[in-house]
């Protein structure tokens, strides 16, 4: 007898409440109270034999860069992912990355795309345009169970935490150098109830809002 496929999917989410498993929103704010998107939210679990989220296959993922600005501003990998870079300019870019986690250069013409590039280390890879001053992109690769971006309502939602103690990090391109990684505490109860973490970060002003200074010889 087949198994309708509507009872698995019910199965599935009853087996989850079952377990604690609670959806988790984080608000994240400036100091002045606006919505902050592009904010990079890890969980991670302090019992370290609590369940885990893995991701079953690499992915590869692709970086616009159109009216001369990458896009995303941030993107989230998994160690094994790749990135594409694509070019929707009329203009050349010389795109590169002196990241000790992956250090690359090379310039696309206009329509052109990359190579797929294998991102293997743990860590934040700063990319920019050697032509547009003002263009940059941050590849986030972690590791961590649990992991969200922030939309430009300042909402990171991550689903399906089963019960326990957790710590809650959050990261954004423009902190402050050297700031501390502190984690906020979070507990999932049995029932599984959704969460609400607010965190506000006091963050430097947008560095793509610069006067370019585009170079004329390529």
């Given at each position: 007898?087949k198994?309708?496929?509507?009872?698995?999917?019910?199965?599935?989410?009853?087996?989850?409440?079952?377990?604690?498993?609670?959806?988790l929103?984080?608000?994240?704010?400036?100091?002045?109270?606006?919505?902050?998107?592009?904010?990079?939210?890890?969980?991670?679990?302090?019992?370290?034999?609590?369940?885990?989220?893995?991701?079953?296959s690499?992915?590869?993922?692709?970086?616009?860069?159109?009216?001369?600005?990458?896009?995303?501003?941030?993107?989230?990998?998994?160690?094994?992912?790749?990135?594409?870079?694509?070019?929707?300019?009329?203009?050349?870019?010389?795109?590169?990355?002196?990241?000790?986690?992956?250090?690359?250069?090379?310039?696309?013409?206009?329509?052109?795309?990359?190579?797929?590039l294998?991102?293997?280390?743990?860590?934040?890879?700063?990319?920019?345009?050697?032509?547009?001053?003002?263009?940059?992109?941050?590849?986030?690769?972690?590791?961590?169970?649990?992991?969200?971006?922030?939309?430009?309502?300042?909402?990171?939602?991550i689903?399906?935490?089963?019960?326990?103690?957790?710590?809650?990090?959050?990261?954004h391109?423009?902190?402050?150098?050297?700031?501390?990684?502190?984690?906020?505490?979070?507990?999932?109860?049995?029932?599984?109830?959704?969460?609400?973490?607010?965190?506000?970060?006091?963050?430097?002003?947008?560095?793509?809002?610069?006067?370019?200074?585009?170079?004329?010889?390529?």
């Amino acid at each position: 007898m087949k198994c309708c496929r509507y009872c698995v999917i019910v199965a599935f989410f009853a087996l989850t409440r079952s377990l604690g498993a609670a959806e988790l929103t984080v608000h994240i704010t400036d100091a002045r109270g606006a919505a902050v998107a592009d904010a990079v939210v890890t969980i991670v679990p302090r019992d370290s034999t609590a369940a885990t989220t893995r991701k079953a296959s690499a992915e590869t993922k692709v970086v616009d860069q159109k009216a001369e600005t990458f896009n995303p501003y941030v993107e989230i990998f998994r160690p094994g992912d790749s990135v594409v870079f694509h070019n929707s300019d009329q203009t050349r870019h010389h795109v590169y990355s002196f990241a000790p986690t992956r250090r690359f250069e090379f310039v696309l013409t206009s329509g052109q795309s990359s190579a797929p590039l294998q991102l293997d280390q743990v860590g934040v890879v700063a990319v920019g345009c050697n032509i547009h001053d003002r263009m940059i992109t941050y590849l986030y690769v972690a590791d961590a169970p649990w992991i969200a971006r922030s939309a430009i309502n300042g909402q990171a939602i991550i689903d399906a935490l089963p019960a326990g103690d957790f710590d809650v990090r959050v990261w954004h391109p423009q902190l402050r150098p050297g700031r501390p990684d502190s984690a906020q505490p979070l507990h999932i109860a049995e029932s599984g109830d959704a969460k609400q973490l607010a965190v506000s970060l006091s963050l430097l002003p947008d560095p793509r809002a610069v006067a370019d200074r585009e170079r004329t010889s390529y």
